[in-house]
């Protein structure tokens, strides 16, 4: 099946521990995203992929890192979370960003962290 | 720079009467426009995206959306609401790689 998986699924953690969410996705997609969603501010990207060892800032990244060292697995870390992380992360991906401009995104299922 | 402006917070409509859902963007280039759905403690789905071959575009569920390039907006419209059709929808701005939100429209359906 077709998906975007993501793990933890849930996490609660405390103030400076670091974390890794993991995303992998089936598809064989160039493309992956990393979104945080907060009551009333829709979802705003954090960091975004268009391909192996290609990453690029969104619109809110301080406190996160990503990586892409191959083409399925797009993991997020928090080097030292603080409470105004705690938020609804989601995974995406997509076929393609570039010259295709109108492939829509996956999304995982999500992963709810609460940082203490 | 883009950005995208949901007009309405809450929209309640009662079964059977239509939906309509408004959706204003700003785009340095011609943008790749999208609706998605998403109910209560779910992910999101894409409900159709615009892909300049129509103005119109239909999507699932009998979801429509109408590109307006001189109003720059990409209203989302339903002749007859159902039940099932309560929860948050996105309109989503979409250009080289960067792809901003909408803040979101929470749909209520009466019985």
């Known amino acids: 099946e077709a998906q975007v998986t993501q793990n933890p699924r849930y996490l609660i953690t405390v103030t400076g521990k670091k974390l890794t969410v993991t995303c992998s996705q089936n598809?064989?997609?160039?493309?992956m995203s990393w979104y945080r969603q907060d009551p009333g501010l829709g979802l705003r990207q954090i960091y975004y992929?268009?391909?192996?060892?290609?990453?690029d800032k969104g619109d809110v990244p301080e406190g996160y890192k990503v990586s892409r060292k191959e083409k399925r697995n797009f993991p997020l870390i928090l080097e030292s979370p603080s409470p105004n992380q705690t938020s609804l992360y989601f995974c995406a991906s997509s076929l393609s960003s570039g010259s295709e401009r109108y492939n829509e995104q996956f999304f995982g299922p999500g992963t709810r962290l609460t940082v203490l | 720079a883009q950005s995208v402006t949901q007009l309405d917070s809450h929209v309640s409509v009662s079964e059977g009467t239509p939906v309509l859902l408004r959706c204003n963007y700003s785009s340095s280039y011609s943008p790749s426009l999208f609706w998605y759905v998403q109910h209560p403690n779910k992910g999101l789905q894409l409900l159709l995206k615009y892909t300049s071959a129509a103005t119109l575009v239909k999507g699932i569920n009998g979801f429509e959306a109408e590109f307006k390039k001189s109003e720059t907006s990409f209203h989302l419209t339903k002749p007859s609401a159902h039940m099932s059709d309560a929860a948050e929808y996105f309109c989503?701005?979409?250009?080289?790689?960067?792809?901003?939100f909408g803040d979101g429209t929470t749909l209520t359906v009466k019985p």
């Open positions: 598809m064989n997609h160039e493309y």
């Open positions: 989503v701005v979409s250009e080289a790689g960067k792809s901003t």
């Open positions: 992929s268009m391909n192996v060892e290609v990453t």
